[in-house]
């Protein structure tokens, strides 16, 4: 603990609870519905890096991601990848997540695919105003994060949970080093 930092034990209570809860949620609760009929699901990948490095082996781990995704997304009758947005930094400028935005905006893309909250948004604040946006688009544009099982726009209440609980609270992940 740093000097002067002052720790609420009842918040850091709360949000272990609520990972805790997000971890053991049954899958078959929160998986992603299927289309039915002719209906195509247009999707768009969000990978974030934050290697402290940027260097070979960061592309070779950012090309395993998208092969993994490719594959997911073909294993899914009726969703379509449309494109792959890559930013190497959750903190800073992120132009292609600008870009998918305003390809949500211009209605190209119908779900967003994750790998986490902490992917796609520095913190949850960031992560519910930016879903809240694409909740509210017509039509609306689903965020599906993976690790944490939710899909926004059937269980949007676990986000509202975890943003009372930690509204600023930095996403914590792994080292950004570590394999991905």
């Not at 609520?18 to 992603?32: F, K, T």
């Not at 449309?82 to 190209?108: E, I």
């Not at 909250?117 to 879903?131: H, Q, V, Y």
């Not at 809240?132 to 939710?150: A, D, S, W």
């Amino acid at each position: 603990m740093e000097i002067g930092t002052v720790t609420n034990p009842d918040k850091n209570e709360l949000k272990k609870k609520l990972r805790e809860r997000l971890r053991n949620y049954p899958a078959s609760d929160l998986a992603l519905d299927l289309p039915s009929g002719n209906v195509r699901v247009r999707v768009a990948v969000y990978i974030c890096t934050n290697h402290k490095s940027f260097c070979k082996e960061t592309h070779r781990k950012l090309d395993l991601q998208e092969r993994y995704y490719e594959e997911f997304i073909d294993r899914l009758p009726g969703y379509i990848l449309g494109r792959f947005y890559r930013d190497y930094s959750r903190d800073t400028a992120r132009p292609h997540f600008g870009q998918m935005l305003k390809d949500c905006k211009a209605g190209k893309i119908d779900l967003i695919i994750t790998k986490s909250i902490s992917r796609f948004a520095p913190n949850i604040k960031g992560c519910m105003e930016t879903t809240k946006m694409l909740r509210h688009l017509q039509p609306p544009v689903g965020v599906y994060f993976e690790t944490e099982n939710i899909y926004t726009l059937k269980n949007y209440a676990l986000l509202v949970e975890a943003e009372t609980a930690c509204p600023d609270e930095p996403m914590t992940r792994s080292d950004p080093n570590a394999e991905s």
